[in-house]
Nanobody, 112 residues
Framework: EMQLVESGGGLVQPGGSLRLSCAAS????????MDWVRQAPGKGREWVSR????????SYSASVKGRFTISRDDAKNMLYLQMNSLKPEDTGVYYC?????RGQGTQVTVSS
């Protein structure tokens, strides 16, 4: 069974940092294009970042570029999202996924 489990969310003050993790089972992450998406309260899902299969080129939405970094540890079969300089508008549930496969999400709240 393919499964993704996100972790690392929490409450952080504006300007702070968090690192989200996505643990995979039943799927080898390096073989897939992997995305992080988020959903703010009362809003639709927003794409945040992507890492491509194989060599792992990356891309980011304009709202997070320069602040967030997506990475992948192939030995551990893990996906990460390092989030720096967090803003209140970054608040939401963050999901990792590929295609229709998504985890359950992890809550990120940026507030003073």
């Amino acid at each position: 069974e393919m499964q993704l489990v996100e972790s690392g969310g929490g409450l952080v003050q504006p300007g702070g940092s968090l690192r989200l993790s996505c643990a995979a089972s039943g799927i080898t992450l390096k073989n897939y294009v992997m995305d992080w998406v988020r959903q703010a309260p009362g809003k639709g899902r927003e794409w945040v970042s992507r890492i491509n299969s194989g060599g792992g080129s990356t891309s980011y939405s304009a709202s997070v570029k320069g602040r967030f970094t997506i990475s992948r540890d192939d030995a551990k079969n893990m996906l990460y999202l390092q989030m720096n300089s967090l803003k209140p508008e970054d608040t939401g549930v963050y999901y990792c996924g590929t295609g229709t496969l998504r985890g359950q999400g992890t809550q990120v709240t940026v507030s003073s």
